[in-house]
């Protein structure tokens, strides 16, 4: 059964329910620079991705799943693999992920992965991003959280974790919000 957010971003044309957490995130931290150059990581289904046009964003996306019909610069490869890097620079202004792996229900399993997903995601920050630049990243609320956000907390002046009100109640995801990257000499 779906949810009023997701008949409501449907209705409106969008691709999922999520454009309202990116939305929600960017008004109040303001992550996006309009016509800034972005970095989507588990881009699919692109309802992020119609987000960062909407601004007239230099838009990549890198997902294992196709996005279809939408103008952006799709890399259609796992993030895992290293051969990323070969069609990324180092000038992006924000990386947004909303990546999550396969849950099995195995909680250890699982915990592993997505802390998999959330170290990744951080050093493909680390890597693409220009001195200043944002990061957003979802994670879940799970034993490593506290160690993640230290890392996080290395790399960016501001740090916060947040839970935008149109998440589902029940879910465990939450966001990590990581504003001006420090610069690196």
């Keep these: 059964m779906?949810?009023?957010h997701t008949v409501r971003a449907l209705k409106a044309g969008f691709l999922g329910r999520?454009?309202?957490k990116i939305g929600e995130i960017d008004r109040r931290f303001k992550l996006i620079k309009?016509?800034?150059k972005i970095l989507d990581l588990g881009c699919y289904p692109g309802s992020w991705v119609q987000y960062l046009l909407r601004l007239n964003c230099n838009v990549y996306g890198i997902d294992l799943k196709n996005v279809k019909d939408l103008n952006f610069k799709?890399?259609?490869k796992d993030v895992l693999d290293n051969s990323i890097f070969d069609e990324l620079d180092n000038d992006f202004d924000a990386v947004v992920s909303d990546l999550s792996?396969?849950?099995?229900g195995i909680k250890e399993l699982d915990n592993e992965r997505s802390l998999e997903l959330w170290y990744r995601a951080l050093k493909i920050a680390k890597k693409v991003l220009k001195p200043r630049g944002n990061?957003?990243?979802k994670v879940f609320d799970n034993p490593q959280l506290k160690k993640y956000v230290k890392d996080v907390e290395k790399e960016?002046?501001?740090?916060?974790?947040?839970?935008?009100?149109?998440?589902?109640?029940?879910?465990s995801e939450i966001y990590l919000i990581a504003k001006s990257k420090y610069e690196r000499r």
């Design 156 to 171: 960016f002046s501001y740090v916060k974790v947040y839970k935008p009100k149109v998440s589902k109640k029940r879910s």
């Design 34 to 36: 309009k016509e800034g």
């Design 101 to 104: 792996p396969k849950i099995t």
């Design 135 to 137: 990061f957003l990243v």
């Design 18 to 20: 999520a454009v309202y």
């Design 74 to 76: 799709f890399i259609k």
């Design 2 to 4: 779906k949810d009023k």
